[in-house]
């Protein structure tokens, strides 16, 4: 199981991040994402893993200028321990609205695949396979070598920007869809999607980039 997950890691070093971008959706009538004060909300069940990926975009998005700050410190646990109606969450917005919030950014995990790959290390490129014979005895590992075949997971994973005081018709600035694959610790996978999602809203001209010191 190990070298299947020590595989799988090495299938996304062949990119710059171990996130993928997959594609993303901006509000064209919107000309300038400035809010004064905006909720970052992780939704998982993972409390550590939401308590690092609050605290890492929070932090990124205020090297940015953006006063944002975790939900941790924001929605009560009973908040999250049960689920709400879309009353209560109203009733949510418009207390966090109160408290001079105008802006929340939110991240779900939208799906998961299986999937399964075989390992590069049993095919050789330009391995002479015209021959019935060499081709069925070098691939022959398919029945003898448990690592052949490696299985792990993609994680979907969704970001939304909502504007809360705008109509609920215009209310969505930005949504962004991201690709982990088989990710093995939470520190590190948290930190690279932080990382993508940041430089993406950069791309887009949602937020501003982080000015350089001289």
């Known amino acids: 199981m190990k070298k299947a997950h020590y595989f ?25 994402f400035e809010p004064e ?11 550590t893993a939401r308590k690092i990926f609050e605290e890492d975009m929070k932090n990124a998005l205020t090297l940015r200028g953006i006063n944002a700050i975790d939900s941790s410190t924001e ?13 209560e969450i109203d009733a949510l917005k418009e207390q966090l609205i109160a408290k001079g919030f105008d802006a ?3 991240t779900a995990v939208v799906g998961v695949d299986d999937k399964r790959d075989y390992n590069s290390v049993h095919y050789s490129i330009g391995y002479n396979w015209y021959r019935f014979g060499r081709y069925y005895y070098r691939f022959q590992n398919v029945y003898y070598t448990p690592e052949y075949y490696s299985d792990y997971k993609v994680f979907h994973i969704e ?6 005081k ?7 600035v930005w949504v962004g869809t991201f690709d982990i694959v088989d990710p093995n610790n939470i520190t590190s996978t948290v930190k690279d999607y932080v990382n993508r999602i940041v430089l993406q809203l950069e791309k887009e001209g949602v937020i501003n980039k982080v000015k350089s010191k001289r």
């Open 8 to 32: 799988a890691l090495a299938l996304l070093l062949t990119s710059c991040y171990s996130t993928q971008f997959v594609d993303s959706w901006k509000n064209k009538e919107i000309t300038a």
């Open 104 to 106: 929340i950014a939110i």
């Open 166 to 172: 705008a109509d609920e018709d215009k209310s969505l």
């Open 75 to 87: 929605l009560e646990k009973s908040f999250t321990d049960s689920q709400k109606n879309e009353e």
């Open 37 to 47: 004060k905006l909720l970052v909300i992780g939704i998982t069940n993972n409390l």
């Open 159 to 164: 970001t939304s920007i909502y504007n809360i």
